[in-house]
Nanobody
Framework: QLQLVESGGGLVQPGGSLKLSCVVSGFALDYYAIGWFRQAPGEEREGVSCITSNGDKTNYADSAKGRFTITRDNMKNTVWLQMNNLKPEDTGVYYC??????????????????WGQGTQVTVSS
């Protein structure tokens, strides 16, 4: 059974950092591109970052550029999202998602077939 499990969320002050993990099971990560999305209360789920199956290409939402970094280790079945200089507007539930291939930006929900349950990130003083 294909499964994605996020972890690493929490409460952090503005300017702080968090590193989210997405551990996958039930499938070989090598074949899947992974995206990170977030959803704030009352808002639509939005793409934050994505990475191709072999890690050769990444993409970031404008709000994440220069602050977030997505990486992966297929041998460890894990994808990470390093988030630095966090802002209150980064608050939300963060989800990782998997797809065999995305033909667009990789930052839209309908490009993905499989989703994790999410991890809460709260940026507040």
């Amino acid at each position: 059974q294909l499964q994605l499990v996020e972890s690493g969320g929490g409460l952090v002050q503005p300017g702080g950092s968090l590193k989210l993990s997405c551990v996958v099971s039930g499938f070989a990560l090598d074949y899947y591109a992974i995206g990170w999305f977030r959803q704030a209360p009352g808002e639509e789920r939005e793409g934050v970052s994505c990475i191709t199956s072999n890690g050769d290409k990444t993409n970031y939402a404008d709000s994440a550029k220069g602050r977030f970094t997505i990486t992966r280790d297929n041998m460890k079945n894990t994808v990470w999202l390093q988030m630095n200089n966090l802002k209150p507007e980064d608050t939300g539930v963060y989800y990782c998602a998997a797809t065999v291939y995305y033909s667009g930006t990789g930052l839209t929900r309908w490009e993905y077939d499989h989703w994790g349950q999410g991890t809460q990130v709260t940026v507040s003083s």
